[in-house]
């Protein structure tokens, strides 16, 4: 088929099971970012696309065609003594990894030019967790950006209109027009942007479990392995964890909640959990994909070091600083982050032991409670949220409770409350009855081409 074809014949190519070439993809995809491509069209091209998925070689091109719709950022010019590296999520609840990943990565010596999101469903936005900081800029100017990348290591800030804009129209449209749920729509759309911003490694973190965006462990393993083997046919080397979310990552979900537990682990005042644990293999395999580091084993030591030091924290206060928030933060949070009025204990009906969890509706019970989205445009409550939630296997009774709500209100919190106790089920088990899920199920190693 001929690059210079009309849409609607390369749709009917499509929709008739022939592949689609490079030329005709890149061709397709300039003009949903130009506009010359109707909403109709575009819609009809998720749909074949959609029912009749891509090859490898045509994910690959859409990939490379989202990327460079718009700016690709480069850093060559600014000559910085490392590699610029980061970290993509597929979602999760109490998913925090991002606040202290960035920081620490940069004080190992690479550079993270982040660009995050705000929440998605009822899983929480690394954004929307920043913007609990008064004074946080999550939109500076393209100078500001790259001093920032250069002066602290690391910032993270939101996408802008130039990155990868025909993602933007693109996925507007796959929501209203049930083609969201499609392996080379997502893989396209997740690496288009991350690609965009010119690193020299990814790592990505593809959850699984119930409070994953894909539904069962084979979805997730097909969408991180397809994830790895595109990233790097497009030439970024790249690894790919697959890490459970069968239960929230930290101990606690919300907006302010998670950036005091970031300030928490950064300023090793907490030294264990999963978090930390899935934090650091994230960040060892970016030190390793980078050059920073010769083997998994130095990474590890090196990581420890810097958060150790107090170099890992000392790069989050740089960056928060560096875009408006308060310079001491770290100090005093307690003054800085917004705190709900109403807080209670959650009991369970009955005491025992958690056995298993919908992280899902904890998730959303986050949302119901305000901090998160009904709707594009709903304002957040940052101050809401959970904190000291029981993790599977653990015993919960009449002192220990399933966890603690951060509500704006009596009524809120009671709603919550009842949310919590449906998704969290305890039974009279002792601790070797429950099966804990691995946390690192998987880790996929390609280097680019
Ligand atoms: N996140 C994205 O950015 N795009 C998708 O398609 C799904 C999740």
């Given at each position: 088929?001929?690059?210079?074809?009309?849409?609607?014949?390369?749709?009917?190519?499509?929709?008739?099971?022939?592949?689609?070439?490079?030329?005709?993809?890149?061709?397709?995809?300039?003009?949903?970012?130009?506009?010359?491509?109707?909403?109709?069209?575009?819609?009809?091209?998720?749909?074949?696309?959609?029912?009749?998925?891509?090859?490898?070689?045509?994910?690959?091109?859409?990939?490379?065609?989202?990327?460079?719709?718009?700016?690709?950022?480069?850093?060559?010019?600014?000559?910085?003594?490392?590699?610029?590296?980061?970290?993509?999520?597929?979602?999760?609840?109490?998913?925090?990894?991002?606040?202290?990943?960035?920081?620490?990565?940069?004080?190992?010596?690479?550079?993270?030019?982040?660009?995050?999101?705000?929440?998605?469903?009822?899983?929480?936005?690394?954004?929307?967790?920043?913007e609990s900081i008064p004074g946080y800029d999550i939109a500076p100017s393209r100078e500001r950006f790259r001093h920032l990348v250069c002066e602290a290591g690391v910032a993270i800030v939101g996408q802008t209109a130039e990155l990868a804009p025909a993602d933007r129209r693109l996925y507007a449209i796959r929501d209203v027009t049930a083609t969201v749920e499609s392996l080379p729509l997502i893989v396209s759309s997740i690496l288009g942007k991350k690609l965009a911003c010119g690193l020299d490694a990814l790592v990505m973190d593809v959850k699984t479990g119930s409070g994953a965006f894909m539904p069962t462990h084979e979805a997730s393993f097909e969408l991180a392995s397809t994830i790895a083997e595109v990233a790097s046919r497009a030439g970024t080397p790249i690894t790919a964890l697959l890490t459970d979310m069968s239960q929230p990552l930290a101990p606690c979900a919300g907006n302010a909640v998670e950036v005091r537990e970031a300030i928490a682990l950064l300023t090793c005042e907490k030294r264990d959990g999963r978090l930390l644990e899935v934090t650091r293999a994230l960040a060892a395999e970016l030190l390793l994909a980078g050059g920073l580091a010769d083997s998994r084993d130095a990474a590890l030591v090196l990581l420890d070091d810097r958060l150790a030091s107090g170099a890992a924290a000392e790069r989050f206060a740089r960056m928060v600083a560096g875009l408006g928030g308060p310079a001491d933060l770290l100090e005093r949070h307690d003054r800085y982050l917004p705190q709900a009025p109403i807080v209670h204990p959650v009991h369970a009906e009955r005491s025992g032991r958690v056995t298993q969890m919908d992280t899902r509706a904890v998730g959303l019970a986050i949302v119901a409670l305000g901090g998160g989205r009904r709707a594009p445009h709903d304002a957040i409550d940052p101050a809401v949220g959970l904190t000291g939630i029981a993790a599977l296997g653990e015993a919960v009774d009449g002192e220990r409770p399933l966890a603690w709500v951060h509500a704006r209100s009596e009524a809120d919190a009671k709603h919550a409350a009842a949310q919590l106790k449906a998704a969290i089920e305890v039974n009279d088990v002792t601790a070797g009855d429950v099966r804990l899920p691995t946390l690192i199920q998987d880790v996929i190693r390609r280097e680019a081409p």
């Open positions: 088929m001929s690059a210079r074809a009309l849409p609607q014949e390369l749709i009917r190519a499509k929709r008739d099971g022939e592949a689609l070439s490079p030329e005709a993809i890149r061709e397709l995809v300039g003009g949903i970012s130009d506009g010359s491509l109707s909403d109709a069209q575009v819609g009809a091209l998720a749909m074949v696309i959609y029912l009749n998925g891509m090859s490898s070689a045509e994910t690959v091109a859409l990939t490379e065609a989202v990327r460079d719709s718009g700016e690709v950022l480069a850093w060559t010019d600014l000559e910085l003594p490392g590699p610029v590296l980061d970290k993509h999520s597929t979602g999760g609840v109490g998913d925090l990894v991002s606040l202290v990943l960035g920081p620490w990565v940069a004080a190992c010596g690479g550079f993270v030019p982040m660009v995050s999101g705000r929440g998605l469903g009822h899983t929480g936005g690394t954004l929307d967790k920043l």
